[in-house]
């Protein structure tokens, strides 16, 4: 990767905006705390956008309250758009912010390469690994805090290093990373061991609409979007939950649905035989890796879980 242009683009430029996706996640959190940490030791302004909230369970990183959702009101030099395989994934309209240049930096093999200079690394585990091969060539002090960032970001887009994209490389990535002052098991206990009473009895109430379909190489899981206020749960809690649906022996994809009465959100895992990610793709609006992926189809659940198993069959 030639980090020439990204490196003339910071010198040139002076007032940076950071912006990630909707449902901020660890890498997205993780790689846009690790980039304003870099460009304010610069000495650049820097400002970060996010629509959505910040997960409560990220809040522990180092600077998190500067990830705001307050929209941006003056011009910038620079918009850098972390961790987003295409621009409406920010959920806010660029155009009402002055921008003089674009920098798109991900990992999603689906991107759109949206900016003037775009750095997609589709073989990177996360957008943070990305960002710290970034640091890497410019030889950048990472401080403590900063690696919290980049293993959280590396960390949580594997799955807690349970994933295909999990490698030898990834992990001597993280113990670099570990090496420069990452409490690893902080990390993971703040990350994955952080449930609410609320988040469980969700994940209680999921679980029991378990079941197996096609000769049991599908599994699906089916979460109502009314039982989050019957349990009094927040929608992120039900952030990891798609995971389990792959976990059982003898299943190839696994789905977890979340359904309004119109329609039907599809989280998509496979262990590897079909490519959910290009299987999402062909569905209006949905797109992801090829283990981990998601789809709309605005339907309501009986009937889009029949199209969706259709679907699967074809493919399996
Ligand atoms: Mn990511």
């Known amino acids: ?36 940490w870099y460009l304010k030791s610069l000495g650049k302004r820097v400002e970060c956008y996010c629509a959505d909230p910040l997960p409560q369970k990220l809040a522990f990183l180092q600077d998190s309250a500067l990830i705001t959702q307050n929209k941006p009101s003056g011009g910038f030099d620079v918009l850098v758009i972390l961790d987003c395989s295409n621009i409406t994934r920010v959920g806010w309209d660029c155009g009402e912010v002055s921008i003089g240049m674009i920098v798109n930096i991900d990992h999603h093999r689906d991107n759109a390469n949206f900016g003037a200079l775009n750095y997609v690394d589709a073989s990177a585990a996360a957008t943070g690994e990305v960002i710290f091969s970034f640091f890497k060539h410019c030889g950048v002090a990472v401080p403590a805090h900063v690696a919290v960032d980049l293993y959280t970001a590396v960390m949580t887009d594997t799955g ?52 197996f379909h096609l000769g049991g190489r599908v599994c699906s899981l089916d979460m109502p979007l009314s039982l ?45 035989s079909v490519d959910v990610g290009k299987l999402a793709k062909s569905i209006s609006g949905g797109g992801g890796h090829s283990c981990a992926a998601g789809c709309t189809i605005k339907k309501p659940y009986a009937e889009a879980m029949a199209e969706m198993l259709g679907i699967l069959e074809g493919a399996l």
């Not at 990767?1 to 490196?7: C, I, K, N, Q």
């Not at 976990?247 to 496979?270: C, D, Q, Y």
Request: overall charge negative; charged content about 20%; glycine content about 8%.
């Open 1 to 36: 990767m030639d980090w020439t242009p990204l490196s003339d683009a910071i010198a040139k430029n002076h007032t940076f905006l950071v912006s990630s996706h909707l449902s901020p996640d660890g890498d997205n959190v993780g790689s846009q705390l690790a980039f304003i």
């Open 228 to 272: 989050l206020d019957e349990v009094g749960a927040k929608y992120s809690d039900s952030e990891g939950m798609a995971d389990n649906t792959v976990t059982a022996l003898g299943v190839e994809v696994g789905v977890m649905t979340k359904h309004s009465p119109k329609e039907t959100h599809f989280s998509l895992r496979s262990k590897g």
């Open 160 to 211: 807690g290093f349970r994933f295909s994209n999990t490698c030898g490389r990834v992990l001597r990535i993280c113990a670099e990373l570990a090496e420069l002052g990452v409490d690893c098991a902080d990390v993971y206990e703040r990350v994955f061991s952080c449930h609410t009473p609320q988040a469980l009895a969700l994940q209680a109430r999921v679980w029991s609409t378990l079941k």
